[in-house]
């Protein structure tokens, strides 16, 4: 008779069964129902460009690791990988997806339907005072100006594969909740329809299109100068993001 005890914590829907021998490293037994509970959040910010001499998205990617190992996060969420990605559209796109994929747990695969991957990414917004939760991506690219590799197109289909312009992909997060959440906490959050047509919205109409093709979740937030909203600001409304992300989006 075997002395292995198989479990399924409650809320896993269809994850296989694990195995727990009495005598086994209790830290190791615990770190892997921690594993099966909790999501596990990317994030992405972009380098300067035109308009923005200093990206805030940059600050808060390069440095949101050691802040919240500092800070500590509650709730069901863990933190990737945080990747500065050049501001480009077409050019950027081969690190966009080798990060994506190379980011996918091994355990899990790349198409497993487990809702525990969420890709996080932060842009600028010179001009913006607040927050703001980005809704949806459009299949248009339409840049003002040229991005840091040159390339400005107008009018094109982002994935012509997906139809024309006008096609647009919505984040499968609970923003109404997120957005509440965060505004009870303090900060001045909003919900916008209009992620722009610059390489925002590029890198964002990319993530939803794979992240609906992983069954992952993928959120696009705005953020304000460092002269609107100060840098310690941004940094806690980073984290308390992610542990609305955690609360609204559990590992199950």
């Not at 380098?47 to 050691?66: A, D, F, H, M, Y």
């Not at 080798?98 to 990414?121: A, D, R, V």
């Not at 997060?173 to 919205?201: E, H, Q």
Request: hydrophobic letters at 35%; aromatic letters at 10%.
């Amino acid at each position: 008779m075997s002395d292995s005890v198989s479990f399924s914590p409650s809320g896993v829907g269809n994850s296989p069964r694990r195995s727990f021998t009495p005598g086994a490293p209790l830290g190791k037994w615990l770190s892997t129902w921690l594993f099966l509970r909790s999501s596990c959040c990317y994030l992405s910010g972009t380098t300067t460009r035109p308009g923005v001499p200093q990206n805030p998205t940059e600050t808060i990617v390069s440095n949101l690791k050691e802040f919240v190992r500092r800070r500590g996060l509650t709730g069901h969420i863990t933190l990737g990988s945080c990747t500065v990605l050049e501001a480009a559209g077409d050019g950027g796109l081969p690190v966009l997806y080798k990060i994506m994929e190379s980011s996918l747990p091994e355990s899990l695969g790349g198409s497993s339907c487990n809702g525990k991957i969420i890709w996080l990414h932060f842009g600028a917004n010179s001009g913006a005072t607040k927050f703001a939760i980005e809704r949806q991506a459009v299949n248009e690219a339409t840049f003002r100006c040229p991005d840091e590799l040159g390339w400005q197109p107008q009018q094109l289909p982002i994935c012509p594969e997906d139809g024309d312009i006008l096609l647009k992909k919505e984040t499968t997060c609970c923003i109404d909740w997120i957005t509440t959440f965060l505004n009870k906490k303090g900060f001045d959050v909003m919900i916008s329809d209009d992620a722009d047509r610059f390489v925002c919205n590029y890198v964002y109409y990319h993530s939803l299109r794979f992240a609906e093709q992983k069954c992952h979740k993928s959120l696009f937030v705005h953020v304000p100068l460092f002269s609107r909203i100060d840098e310690d600001s941004q940094m806690e409304f980073a984290a308390t993001l992610l542990e609305a992300l955690g609360a609204t989006h559990p590992g199950s």
